[in-house]
């Protein structure tokens, strides 16, 4: 049987926290599946080349059998060219007291000349996933510098964010993450997201009946929503600051595989979320990159359509989109976008 053409993969930020967690992941077949042989092209900037160079010894002392090359760059036009899928992380993390968007001014200056970089060179079937914080905005950065690139090939991450979600929920109603399907995590990938249950069924059994069973009535399991789920998950990347000392870096791996394992196999149990360049559904302006309900179908992600909005959820998605457009105004008003 012939083999597979590798897989070429551009990831920005080698060199740093999540990339140190990811590279080792995709080499092991984690991301792509036990038949997918990777190339890995690792871009740093000047200051993060040791950390890349290192990754890059110990991927090859790690003899894994997937791994057909490692090479590291520190030009994003040379890192790019012929890439399938680029992972663009690196980025400056936040501190403490810190929102995400915080780090507009900082960081939305990478994206563009990759977004460029990517336009020159990509394969034609490149698939861009941005971690790099604020991440919905740099990806419509990235998308707008990238003319030639279909805009669904953008998207940004809150599979960390619906993962949260899973786990918060499952020992509240009972049952293994597993069990747990149709949960979304719309809009941001900030404080103003809104982790959604109404939609979502564990074994089989509405989410929200089951929390009204289990905490006391439909008013406590809405209580438990509104004052502990919901901020819990959306200031879930503040809690591991404070607790760590630093942001989350191998949950943020292990979504970032979650994410592209689903996109390039598809998704199974149900949708998942994932932050994507909106086409006007949901009454998210066309060209936002939010995050919706998604189903991966034939490679691509499609936002699952038709679900019915209560006023509340209504108002919290408008929330978070407001943010959104702000943002996407803050990024003009730097010629950016
Ligand atoms: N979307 C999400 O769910 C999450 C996003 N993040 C974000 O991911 C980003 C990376 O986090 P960490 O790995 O912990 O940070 P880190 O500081 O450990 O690593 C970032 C790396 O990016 C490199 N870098 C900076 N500018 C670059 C450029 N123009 N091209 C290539 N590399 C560049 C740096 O040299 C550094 O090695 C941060 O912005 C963080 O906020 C973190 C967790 C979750
Ligand atoms: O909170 C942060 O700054 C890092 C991040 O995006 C997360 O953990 O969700």
Do not use: C
Not at 83 to 108: C, F, I, K, S, W
Not at 303 to 313: H, K, P, S, W, Y
């Amino acid at each position: 049987m012939a083999a597979k053409k590798p897989i070429t993969i551009t990831i920005t930020g080698a060199g740093g926290q999540i990339g140190y967690a990811l590279l080792f992941r995709i080499a092991s077949g984690a991301m792509l599946g036990p038949d997918t042989q990777v190339r890995l092209n690792l871009l740093e900037i000047p200051q993060g080349l040791r950390g890349a160079e290192g990754a890059a010894l110990e991927l090859h002392d790690s003899a894994f059998p997937l791994l057909s090359h490692v090479e590291v760059y520190d030009d994003p036009t040379a890192a790019f060219r012929g890439t399938n899928l680029a992972l663009l992380v690196g980025a400056r993390p936040r501190t403490a007291g810190m929102e995400r968007g915080d780090l507009l001014a900082a960081n939305a200056g990478i994206f563009g000349p990759q977004g460029e970089a990517i336009n020159a060179g990509a394969a034609d079937d490149v698939r861009v996933v941005v971690v790099g914080n604020p991440a919905n905005t740099n990806a419509l950065i990235a998308a707008a510098h990238a003319p030639d690139v279909p805009a669904d090939r953008f998207t940004a991450l809150t599979r960390l964010d619906h993962n949260r979600a899973l786990a918060q929920l499952a020992p509240t109603v009972g049952t293994p993450v597993s069990d747990i399907r149709d949960l979304t995590i719309w809009g941001n990938h900030s404080a103003t997201q809104f982790p959604d249950v109404a939609h979502a069924t564990a074994g089989g059994q509405s989410v929200a009946a089951l929390l009204a069973y289990r905490l006391g009535g439909p008013d406590a399991a809405r209580e438990w929503l509104v004052d502990h789920f919901i901020p819990r998950v959306a200031k879930r990347g503040a809690e591991i600051i404070e607790v760590r000392g630093s942001s989350s870096v191998a949950s943020a791996a292990s979504a970032t595989i979650d994410h592209v394992h689903d996109w390039v196999l598809g998704t199974s149990n149900g949708w998942t979320s994932a932050a994507v360049v909106s086409d006007g559904s949901y009454g998210v302006p066309e060209g936002l990159v939010s995050s919706f309900p998604v189903e991966s179908v034939d490679g691509a992600w499609r936002i699952v359509q038709g679900l019915e909005l209560d006023a509340f959820a209504r108002h919290r998605i408008d929330v978070s989109v407001a943010e959104l457009q702000d943002e996407r105004d803050a990024v003009r008003a730097l010629g950016l976008v």
